[in-house]
């Protein structure tokens, strides 16, 4: 009983990080651009095809190595590009934000839809990134596991590193506060916008690589792995970086307790009760500001 | 736009589609897409009552459409209500959970009320297909299969009598449609439109924004939930299949391309997409990569959709003719002294 419980929690937990790598690139690009980006999952779901194509499809050396050290620049220049071209000309207008949501669905369809055209409607595995078990005491990982936690908990004090000491992400945050204040004083803004972009594109595609080889490449992942972004980062408070690693810690608990003994299938609609419940006494959500 | 010009535009349109079936009765497929028309074009307008005019970013619109058809299927085929009574008992079901979702919504900020309608039209599959779904007849992932027929003055209204249904349907869309021009029209249109332009301003004015959002929301779920039940009653069948991401779509090209927060623009949205969804429908998959990329490139390049790309052109000629007459009025002066 109580290791059972441990075991949860540590199911949980693992959950928790990836989540948090994939919602703390959409609260950074929510708090510095305020785009309402739709088509998040899709990208994640991106880079499981792209670690596919160069691991089975192309079949190159170097394994996970060449894939994270290809797939960082490779979703840089995706997300950078698509936000000069199809975002900022939205920009222009009043009410660009929802402009951006509804052409955002659009391009996640068209993203979704494009996979399976490309690559078929199967489900594509991945070999595993490394194999084998480790066992402390009465408990046993998954290597996999242990990998994945890793990676993404040195993913994020990579990027907090980045947004902390150096002077791209200094300019990031300075956008957030005031843009106005942050162009005046020679930010440029549209750049920095399509930089924050590209770099949520990175995050989110890197989170894709890392639970794709644990389940599957799977075309209609998009959606759900949108949503749970959004939920947590609205749950953690929008564009709060911090209440973003909270709410995915907490959400990655819930689903793991909830899964284990109630069932795989109440999943979404205790997330959502609960966010309704947050939301509906905090409406700015754990740790947004008002 | 005014409300004669607005009145103009639906009655033509209605009163095109409406003469349609007297050359078309006899083939039941242009009857379907006549009908599906209809019904689309009814749901889609609410939505652009909610988030063209109201500015709630609501994107529960299609579960409020699958809630009024799981009702009123229940309705009549576990506690057997005639489907014309149940038609309307779903509406109000409908409002209710409509305005339940919408009390804690509507103290969000735009883009949270986005993010939980859109939830909550993702976990309401589960819902639907899981234990609890089962328990209010819901029939899981198997779904409801013998809806009955509307039955009204010893008629049935089904999928097998096309062209009767298509006239119910119409009479409906024409009631709902002068419900959505009153709206606009009345002094909720102007609290809608003052709303948007300064929130604070209005406030302090006296205009409720909780107050008419709560209530454009309701009458919104209203209709959606009744075009629903409409619905199920004439394809006889329901499942979660409803809930996918291609409906969705579909509802959303529709106010894309008729312009978001230009009435009736969205029923000759309405119109444009069905039409095309289903003359696409040969190129199987390819459709919806064709359809997601078709919303991508109408909100870039017509912001305002057909009705945008209609008033440039009219206040093109307009501009034309006005410079004309005052070059004539100008020529007139020279020569006259």
Same mark, same amino acid.
């Given at each position: 009983m109580f290791i059972e419980i441990i075991e949860v929690i540590i199911s949980g937990l693992l959950n928790g990080s990836v989540y948090a790598?994939?919602?703390?690139?959409? %609260?950074?690009?929510?708090?510095?651009?305020?785009?309402?980006? #739709?088509?998040?999952?899709?990208?994640?779901?991106?880079?499981?095809?792209?670690?596919?194509?160069?691991?089975?499809?192309? /079949?190159?050396?170097?394994?996970?190595?060449?894939?994270?050290?290809?797939?960082?620049?490779?979703?840089?220049?995706?997300?950078? #590009? &698509?936000?000069?071209?199809?975002?900022?000309?939205?920009?222009?207008?009043?009410?660009?934000?929802?402009?951006?949501?509804?052409?955002?669905?659009?391009?996640? &369809?068209?993203?979704?839809?494009?996979?399976?055209?490309?690559?078929?409607?199967?489900?594509?595995? &991945?070999?595993?990134?490394?194999?084998?078990t480790l066992t402390i005491g009465p408990f046993v990982f998954m290597n996999q596991d242990v990998v994945i936690f890793i990676?993404s908990i040195?993913?994020?004090?990579? #990027?907090?590193?980045?947004?902390?000491?150096?002077?791209?992400?200094?300019?990031? +945050?300075?956008?957030? +506060?005031?843009?106005?204040? %942050? +162009?005046?004083?020679?930010?440029?803004?549209?750049?920095?916008?399509?930089?924050?972009? %590209?770099?949520?594109?990175?995050?989110?595609?890197?989170?894709?690589?890392?639970?794709?080889?644990k389940? #599957?490449?799977?075309?209609?992942?998009?959606?759900?792995?949108?949503?749970?972004?959004?939920?947590?980062?609205?749950?953690?408070?929008?564009?709060?970086?911090? /209440?973003?690693?909270?709410?995915?810690l907490i959400?990655g608990m819930l689903e793991a307790f909830?899964g284990y003994?109630?069932?795989?299938?109440?999943?979404?609609?205790?997330?959502?009760?609960?966010?309704?419940?947050? &939301?509906?006494?905090?409406? +700015?959500?754990?740790? /947004?500001?008002? | 736009?005014?409300?004669?010009?607005?009145?103009?535009?639906?009655?033509?349109?209605?009163?095109?589609?409406?003469?349609?079936?007297?050359?078309?009765?006899?083939?039941?497929?242009?009857?379907? =897409?006549?009908?599906?028309?209809?019904?689309?074009?009814?749901?889609?307008?609410?939505?652009?009552?909610?988030?063209?005019?109201?500015?709630?970013?609501?994107?529960?619109?299609?579960?409020?459409?699958?809630?009024?058809?799981?009702?009123?299927?229940?309705?009549?085929?576990?506690?057997?209500?005639?489907? $014309?009574?149940? =038609?309307?008992?779903?509406?109000?079901?409908?409002?209710?959970?409509?305005?339940?979702?919408?009390?804690?919504?509507?103290?969000?900020?735009?883009?949270? $009320?986005?993010?939980?309608?859109?939830?909550?039209?993702?976990?309401?599959?589960?819902?639907?297909?899981?234990?609890?779904?089962?328990?209010?007849?819901?029939?899981?992932?198997?779904?409801?299969?013998?809806?009955?027929?509307?039955?009204?003055?010893?008629?049935?209204?089904?999928?097998?009598?096309?062209?009767?249904?298509?006239?119910?349907?119409?009479?409906?869309?024409?009631?709902?449609?002068?419900?959505?021009?009153?709206?606009?029209?009345?002094?909720?249109?102007?609290?809608?439109?003052?709303?948007?332009?300064?929130?604070?301003?209005?406030?302090?004015?006296?205009?409720?924004?909780?107050?008419?959002?709560?209530?454009?929301?309701?009458?919104?779920?209203? $209709?959606?939930?009744?075009?629903?039940?409409?619905?199920?009653?004439?394809?006889?069948?329901?499942?979660?299949?409803?809930?996918?991401?291609?409906?969705?779509?579909?509802?959303?090209?529709?106010?894309?391309?008729?312009?978001?927060?230009?009435?009736?623009?969205?029923?000759?949205?309405?119109?444009?997409?069905?039409?095309?969804?289903?003359?696409?429908?040969?190129?199987?998959?390819?459709?919806?990569?064709?359809?997601?990329?078709?919303?991508?490139?109408?909100?870039?390049?017509?912001?305002?959709?057909?009705?945008?790309?209609?008033?440039?052109?009219?206040?093109?000629?307009?501009?034309?003719?006005?410079?004309?007459?005052?070059?004539?009025?100008?020529?007139?002066?020279?020569?006259?002294?």
């Amino acid at each position: 009983m109580f290791i059972e419980i441990i075991e949860v929690i540590i199911s949980g937990l693992l959950n928790g990080s990836v989540y948090a790598l994939m919602a703390i690139g959409l %609260a950074l690009v929510y708090g510095v651009t305020k785009a309402f980006n #739709f088509a998040y999952g899709s990208f994640y779901t991106m880079g499981g095809y792209f670690a596919w194509t160069l691991l089975v499809s192309l /079949g190159i050396k170097g394994g996970y190595y060449t894939v994270f050290l290809t797939a960082i620049p490779f979703l840089f220049v995706v997300g950078y #590009f &698509l936000e000069k071209i199809l975002i900022s000309p939205l920009r222009k207008r009043s009410d660009w934000q929802m402009k951006a949501m509804m052409l955002t669905l659009g391009l996640s &369809l068209f993203l979704d839809i494009g996979y399976i055209s490309v690559f078929g409607p199967r489900l594509k595995s &991945l070999p595993d990134i490394v194999e084998g078990t480790l066992t402390i005491g009465p408990f046993v990982f998954m290597n996999q596991d242990v990998v994945i936690f890793i990676l993404s908990i040195t993913g994020l004090l990579f #990027f907090a590193w980045v947004l902390n000491n150096t002077r791209v992400g200094m300019a990031v +945050q300075a956008v957030a +506060q005031n843009p106005i204040g %942050a +162009q005046i004083v020679g930010i440029p803004k549209d750049r920095v916008f399509a930089a924050t972009f %590209a770099i949520s594109t990175i995050m989110v595609g890197i989170g894709g690589i890392l639970l794709s080889q644990k389940n #599957f490449v799977n075309p209609q992942a998009s959606t759900g792995i949108m949503i749970k972004a959004w939920v947590i980062t609205a749950f953690g408070g929008m564009g709060s970086i911090k /209440g973003s690693l909270y709410a995915a810690l907490i959400i990655g608990m819930l689903e793991a307790f909830v899964g284990y003994y109630l069932g795989m299938i109440h999943i979404e609609i205790a997330v959502l009760t609960l966010l309704l419940i947050t &939301l509906a006494f905090r409406p +700015q959500g754990l740790m /947004g500001r008002e | 736009m005014n409300a004669k010009s607005m009145v103009t535009i639906l009655a033509v349109t209605y009163g095109f589609l409406g003469i349609l079936p007297l050359f078309l009765g006899d083939s039941s497929i242009y009857m379907r =897409i006549l009908t599906m028309i209809l019904i689309w074009s009814v749901v889609a307008s609410c939505w652009d009552l909610i988030m063209g005019y109201a500015g709630i970013f609501s994107f529960g619109q299609v579960a409020f459409y699958v809630i009024g058809a799981y009702s009123s299927a229940i309705l009549s085929v576990s506690l057997n209500v005639t489907p $014309i009574v149940s =038609i309307f008992m779903a509406g109000t079901i409908t409002a209710i959970i409509g305005v339940i979702i919408g009390l804690p919504c509507l103290k969000l900020a735009g883009p949270y $009320i986005a993010l939980v309608t859109f939830a909550f039209q993702l976990a309401l599959e589960p819902f639907l297909k899981g234990p609890l779904g089962k328990a209010i007849g819901s029939g899981g992932s198997r779904g409801i299969i013998s809806v009955p027929p509307i039955h009204i003055f010893g008629m049935d209204f089904s999928s097998s009598e096309l062209v009767p249904y298509f006239y119910l349907t119409l009479v409906l869309t024409l009631i709902c449609s002068a419900v959505i021009v009153v709206i606009l029209k009345s002094h909720w249109g102007t609290a809608f439109l003052a709303l948007k332009d300064s929130e604070d301003f209005a406030a302090s004015l006296g205009v409720s924004a909780f107050k008419y959002k709560l209530l454009v929301f309701a009458v919104t779920s209203f $209709i959606t939930g009744l075009f629903g039940a409409l619905y199920v009653h004439y394809v006889g069948i329901l499942s979660t299949r409803m809930l996918s991401m291609e409906v969705f779509t579909v509802l959303l090209i529709m106010i894309v391309v008729g312009g978001i927060g230009q009435y009736p623009g969205v029923v000759l949205g309405a119109v444009v997409t069905v039409t095309m969804n289903e003359l696409l429908r040969p190129m199987g998959i390819y459709r919806l990569l064709i359809m997601g990329g078709m919303v991508v490139v109408i909100v870039l390049l017509l912001p305002d959709g057909v009705t945008g790309l209609i008033r440039k052109f009219s206040v093109f000629r307009m501009t034309k003719k006005r410079t004309e007459q005052l070059k004539h009025r100008n020529e007139t002066h020279e020569s006259s002294p």
